[in-house]
């Protein structure tokens, strides 16, 4: 039987007309609640869609993100050769997974495990950081639930310690598998967790302490060695093993390559594991994390999974299943393309910048720079002034030139403070960071011309009796005396808005300075 497909004249034009946008199909709403009924051409389909984006900001000048936004042509090339294989498939893509396993190794050894030579790391490629912490404080909470069952001791109730500065995956990890947060508030000057703060909050329930490598709102690194021996004298005093988990997301492939002598890796005895991210400073696109455990007997062997019904048998520790295969392959891409130096070069010219954008920022006279000199290529920044909003204003303004640059307020103990920040990524280059200081100083001045501002006005004023009536000229245009009736002032200014100020006068002083 042959089936005809029958064109209305409308249709029929439509189909005639080369241009997308002199189609009938443009006119059309776009679906949003349900499957449209008929079909449309192929070029329709991507202009719509591809014009409806353009609307979006542009990755490249996406400051507030640590994701990779730029990659080579070639490996995006091996990313869309490789997007359409399963990667849980191991049986029918056995390359695939043996790129994964050398991604595991090569991050294991640049992380300083203690691995035996040609020993398999422990490891396991994830969807983020996010995953790759999930699965690490299930292996800290299965192994702490083993021994206190086998010790005959509750185990119902696990807790982590953690700094206020953790990123928000640490929180959902407490609330969705029921184990307690201890956080150590943050202080003024300093905005990160205290080593010895947190090992104070250690108690028998303690499943690990989370170091940040990298604070999400600072970029400052805690101080892992100081935790790791402070925490190693509890243990042999109480009889706990209390371990470490380092939340390296951004700093694991910065601090390996420009301060290689910063002991915060395996070579601490207490650190079990370690989590960093693919898709920030390990230059591939979003969608790849690994976690890495120092040895077979930190991962629980209950956790794993063992399945067949793909070919063979395949062992998997992971919260996803299906996924595809291309951020892998980049990931390999990336190490076999750049090398050690390579990745080297990136962060020293990524800290150069973050360095230069600094100096911009100081030149203005209106910042106090808060993250640190030593820790990742970030540069946070809060005003001079106290108004919380001008930080706001200022990413708002930053806006109408494309820049997205996140404005925020820090954590409970220092909320009071609203701070910006910019990420410095590779594809963050000099001219651009110029660029932005520049719209950073033009965005000030349309603050400054917007925003109501007293002016600060010095003078000198002598107090007198109401009944005495002295009246004093000016000396010169820019200061004078002036009689203060009772104990208010009253100024009114001939330019601009009209300014009220009342100064209350106490005890026997005759003059001030306002």
């Given at each position: 039987?042959?089936?005809?497909?029958?064109?209305?004249?409308?249709?029929?034009?439509?189909?005639?007309?080369?241009?997308?946008?002199?189609?009938?199909?443009?006119?059309?709403?776009?679906?949003?609640?349900?499957?449209?009924?008929?079909?449309?051409?192929?070029?329709?389909?991507?202009?719509?869609?591809?014009?409806?984006?353009?609307?979006?900001?542009?990755?490249?000048?996406?400051?507030?993100?640590?994701?990779?936004?730029?990659?080579?042509?070639?490996?995006?090339?091996?990313?869309?050769?490789?997007?359409?294989?399963?990667?849980?498939?191991?049986?029918?893509?056995?390359?695939?997974?043996?790129?994964?396993?050398?991604?595991?190794?090569?991050?294991?050894?640049?992380?300083?495990?203690p691995l035996a030579s040609n020993k398999q790391a422990i490891g396991v490629g994830t969807?983020?950081?996010?995953?790759?912490?999930?699965?690490?404080?299930?292996?800290?909470?299965?192994?702490?639930?083993?021994?206190?069952?086998?010790?005959?001791?509750?185990?119902?109730?696990?807790?982590?310690?953690?700094?206020?500065?953790?990123?928000?995956?640490?929180?959902?990890?407490?609330?969705?598998?029921?184990?307690?947060?201890?956080?150590?508030?943050?202080?003024?000057?300093?905005?990160?967790?205290?080593?010895?703060?947190?090992?104070?909050?250690?108690?028998?329930?303690?499943?690990?302490?989370?170091?940040?490598?990298?604070?999400?709102?600072?970029?400052?690194?805690?101080?892992?060695?100081?935790?790791?021996?402070?925490?190693?004298?509890?243990?042999?005093?109480?009889?706990?093993?209390?371990?470490?988990?380092?939340?390296?997301?951004?700093?694991?492939?910065?601090?390996?390559?420009?301060?290689?002598?910063?002991?915060?890796?395996?070579?601490?005895?207490?650190?079990?594991?370690?989590?960093?991210?693919?898709?920030?400073?390990?230059?591939?696109?979003?969608?790849?994390?690994?976690?890495?455990?120092?040895?077979?007997?930190?991962?629980?062997?209950?956790?794993?999974?063992?399945?067949?019904?793909?070919?063979?048998?395949?062992?998997?520790?992971?919260?996803?299943?299906?996924?595809?295969?291309?951020?892998?392959?980049?990931?390999?891409?990336?190490?076999?393309?750049?090398?050690?130096?390579?990745?080297?070069?990136?962060?020293?010219?990524?800290?150069?910048?973050?360095?230069?954008?600094?100096?911009?920022?100081?030149?203005?006279?209106?910042?106090?720079?808060?993250?640190?000199?030593?820790?990742?290529?970030?540069?946070?920044?809060?005003?001079?002034?106290?108004?919380?909003?001008?930080?706001?204003?200022?990413?708002?303004?930053?806006?109408?030139?494309?820049?997205?640059?996140?404005?925020?307020?820090?954590?409970?103990?220092?909320?009071?403070?609203?701070?910006?920040?910019?990420?410095?990524?590779?594809?963050?280059?000099?001219?651009?960071?110029?660029?932005?200081?520049?719209?950073?100083?033009?965005?000030?001045?349309?603050?400054?011309?917007?925003?109501?501002?007293?002016?600060?006005?010095?003078?000198?004023?002598?107090?007198?009796?109401?009944?005495?009536?002295?009246?004093?000229?000016?000396?010169?245009?820019?200061?004078?005396?002036?009689?203060?009736?009772?104990?208010?002032?009253?100024?009114?200014?001939?330019?601009?808005?009209r300014i009220q100020k009342k100064v209350h006068i106490s005890g026997g002083k005759t003059?001030?300075?306002?």
């Amino acid at each position: 039987m042959v089936l005809s497909v029958v064109q209305t004249p409308e249709e029929i034009s439509s189909s005639a007309i080369s241009s997308v946008f002199a189609s009938r199909y443009v006119q059309d709403p776009l679906p949003r609640y349900r499957m449209p009924e008929n079909t449309i051409p192929k070029e329709v389909a991507y202009q719509i869609i591809h014009d409806e984006l353009q609307l979006d900001g542009n990755p490249r000048l996406n400051l507030a993100s640590f994701v990779t936004t730029w990659m080579e042509p070639e490996c995006d090339k091996l990313m869309i050769e490789s997007m359409n294989k399963n990667y849980v498939d191991m049986d029918e893509y056995p390359i695939t997974t043996e790129l994964q396993n050398r991604c595991v190794n090569i991050i294991a050894n640049l992380l300083n495990a203690p691995l035996a030579s040609n020993k398999q790391a422990i490891g396991v490629g994830t969807v983020g950081s996010s995953e790759a912490i999930m699965l690490a404080g299930l292996a800290f909470k299965k192994k702490w639930q083993n021994k206190r069952k086998a010790e005959g001791k509750p185990f119902d109730k696990p807790n982590i310690v953690t700094g206020a500065n953790v990123q928000v995956c640490w929180e959902k990890f407490a609330r969705y598998f029921e184990v307690e947060l201890k956080e150590v508030k943050l202080s003024e000057g300093y905005y990160v967790m205290d080593p010895k703060k947190a090992v104070e909050m250690v108690d028998e329930n303690t499943i690990c302490v989370a170091a940040i490598l990298g604070s999400t709102l600072t970029g400052e690194f805690e101080d892992v060695k100081l935790l790791n021996d402070l925490l190693a004298e509890k243990n042999k005093r109480t009889g706990w093993d209390t371990p470490i988990h380092v939340d390296a997301a951004s700093g694991g492939f910065v601090a390996p390559f420009i301060y290689p002598e910063l002991e915060w890796d395996f070579r601490l005895p207490l650190v079990k594991s370690i989590n960093v991210s693919g898709h920030k400073y390990g230059l591939v696109y979003a969608g790849i994390g690994w976690v890495i455990w120092r040895s077979n007997e930190d991962l629980p062997e209950e956790l794993v999974f063992h399945i067949n019904y793909l070919g063979t048998d395949q062992p998997t520790f992971t919260l996803n299943f299906s996924k595809g295969s291309s951020q892998i392959v980049a990931q390999y891409y990336q190490f076999l393309r750049m090398g050690f130096e390579g990745y080297k070069r990136v962060i020293r010219n990524c800290m150069e910048n973050a360095k230069l954008l600094v100096d911009g920022l100081k030149q203005t006279g209106r910042f106090d720079i808060i993250s640190k000199e030593r820790g990742l290529p970030l540069v946070a920044f809060g005003f001079k002034d106290t108004n919380k909003s001008l930080a706001f204003e200022l990413s708002k303004a930053l806006r109408h030139h494309g820049w997205i640059v996140p404005a925020y307020t820090m954590p409970a103990n220092v909320e009071h403070m609203a701070v910006l920040r910019v990420v410095v990524r590779e594809d963050l280059g000099r001219q651009l960071v110029e660029k932005l200081v520049s719209h950073i100083n033009g965005a000030l001045l349309e603050l400054d011309e917007t925003t109501d501002i007293v002016p600060k006005i010095s003078f000198t004023v002598e107090v007198k009796s109401s009944d005495e009536d002295q009246h004093h000229e000016s000396r010169h245009d820019h200061e004078g005396s002036l009689h203060l009736p009772t104990t208010s002032i009253h100024w009114k200014q001939d330019k601009h808005d009209r300014i009220q100020k009342k100064v209350h006068i106490s005890g026997g002083k005759t003059k001030g300075v306002c």
